[in-house]
Each structure stands twice: as structure tokens, then as C-alpha cells.
């Protein structure tokens, strides 16, 4: 069975759940060679739109945090260079993946990565009832937590659990060694997402014209604002309250 001694594990805490509507606030990653870890990346990320107050509860970063952080092409970018050729490690690392593959359909950049999922191992060596999200994860295993939800501090401990993951399925005498292998093969990571376009000048039009008029106060962030974001946006408006007659 092969024992994986070079890889890069990665964590990013992001503004909410969709790939679509969110945004990176920060990332960690971890270069590991011959099984320690050899160097380390991580920043925190303007997302340029609020966070909000329950992700900040959950990672402890702020609005004023990420304010003056780096900007999401240089952090990414300078990520994604940082991967390099490497098989990457994460907890539930298609997740995180999505955001990086978003970025790079945006931007006509091509990323393919091959990944392993200590999730996905936990769940083949764990009883069902065990709590496998990283926290419970590793406290199972006794590895200590520094900051939770911090993306270079769940980076490091991604990899250490990856390494007790990894050890154990050497040791189990109950698997056969094909089934270690499968279990410890990287997977291409496929993730569908479409490239997103900046939203035209007529919706931008239509929407300023319909939050005068009705006096809506949501905060959008124009220059980020999307072609389908603002669509969706003029319709929740126009069933919400209707089309005025002076902008129809």
C-alpha cells in the first residue's frame, strides 16, 4: 500500500454556503514533504461584501478583519500556484474545491485537481454514529484544536488527522490490500459550475430605479454583482411589491 508523503492540504472559511452567492474570507493551506509539513500559506481575503453575523460568530472574522485584506485574485491565484502539481488533502475538500473551481471558470483559468477526502476516509473506518465533521474528528483522535474555523489552523489539523487516518488503515487487519489502496487512491475532482458575467447596465438600471421608488435598503455590492444574482434580485422585487408603472 502506498503511503502518501507529499501532498498540500487546504482549508478555507468562506462569507456562506453557495458557491454562487459567497465568498472566500480566508485561506490555509499546508505543503507537506516526506510526511512533515514544509511550508505554509495562509491570509485572510477581502470578500468585499459583508459577513455575516452568524459566519462571524462560527470564525470569529470580521467585517473590519477583512477589510484591508488581500484581494480574492492574488490570494487564490497565489493558492493555486502554491498546490502546484500536489494531490491535495481536505475535510470534505469538494466543498472547498467548488470555490476554487468557480474562481477559475470565472477567469478562463484551467484547474484540475486530484484530491483525498478525510471525510470520506473517516466514514469508511468510523462506526455510523460517530460524529465525522473535523471538530468531533479530532477530539476522537485527542488532536488538539488551536482555532477552530481558522483556515491554516484546520488546515494543520486536517493533516494530522490525515496522517492517523492513513496509519490506521495501514494497521487494519481487516482490510484486504486492494481495499487499501482504493481507500488511499486520489480522485479527479469533478464540480460543475458555470462561468459567472457581471450583470448588464440595464439590470443595474432597473435595480437602482426599483430601490428608489420603493425605497429598499438592501445592501448589494454593485461592483461583484452577477448577471443571474441581479436577475434573481429584480424578481424577488417585482413579487414582492410589484411593477411601478413608471419604470415598466
Given at each position: 500500500m502506498e503511503m502518501w508523503n507529499d501532498y498540500t492540504v487546504i482549508?478555507?472559511?468562506?462569507?456562506?454556503?453557495?458557491?454562487?452567492?459567497?465568498?472566500?474570507t480566508e485561506i490555509g493551506a499546508v505543503r507537506v514533504q516526506n510526511g512533515q509539513i514544509a511550508d505554509t500559506?495562509?491570509?485572510?481575503?477581502?470578500p468585499h461584501r459583508p459577513i455575516p453575523q452568524r459566519i462571524t460568530e462560527i470564525t470569529g472574522i470580521t467585517d473590519a478583519m477583512v477589510e484591508n485584506a488581500m484581494e480574492p485574485d492574488e490570494a487564490i491565484g497565489g493558492l493555486i500556484d502554491f498546490i502546484g502539481e500536489d494531490v491535495i488533502v481536505g475535510q470534505n475538500v469538494i466543498f472547498d474545491y467548488s470555490f476554487l473551481k468557480q474562481w477559475a471558470v470565472n477567469r478562463k483559468r484551467p484547474l484540475e485537481l486530484k484530491a483525498l477526502d478525510t471525510l470520506k476516509l473517516a466514514r469508511k473506518l468510523l462506526p455510523q454514529e460517530q460524529p465525522k465533521n473535523l471538530e468531533a474528528l479530532c477530539s476522537y483522535y485527542q488532536i488538539r484544536r488551536e482555532q477552530g474555523?481558522?483556515?491554516?489552523?484546520?488546515?494543520?489539523?486536517?493533516?494530522?488527522?490525515?496522517?492517523?487516518?492513513?496509519?490506521?488503515?495501514?494497521?487494519?487487519?481487516?482490510l484486504k490490500e486492494r481495499d487499501k489502496e482504493a481507500y488511499l487512491k486520489p480522485a479527479v475532482l469533478q464540480c460543475k459550475v458555470k462561468k459567472?458575467?457581471?450583470?448588464?447596465?440595464?439590470?443595474?438600471?432597473?435595480?437602482?430605479?426599483?430601490?428608489?421608488?420603493?425605497?429598499?435598503?438592501?445592501?448589494?455590492?454593485?461592483?461583484?454583482?452577477?448577471?443571474?444574482?441581479?436577475?434573481?434580485?429584480?424578481?424577488?422585487?417585482?413579487?414582492a411589491y410589484g411593477r411601478p408603472q413608471k419604470i415598466r
Open positions: 482549508d478555507l472559511e468562506m462569507t456562506g454556503l453557495s458557491v454562487k452567492e459567497d465568498r472566500i500559506y495562509g491570509m485572510l481575503v477581502n474555523h481558522r483556515a491554516l489552523d484546520d488546515a494543520i489539523q486536517t493533516q494530522r488527522l490525515f496522517e492517523i487516518l492513513m496509519n490506521e488503515i495501514a494497521k487494519r487487519p481487516d459567472q458575467t457581471p450583470a448588464t447596465s440595464h439590470q443595474v438600471e432597473r435595480l437602482r430605479e426599483l430601490m428608489d421608488y420603493y425605497q429598499i435598503e438592501d445592501e448589494i455590492i454593485w461592483d461583484t454583482l452577477t448577471r443571474s444574482q441581479a436577475s434573481r434580485l429584480i424578481d424577488q422585487y417585482y413579487a
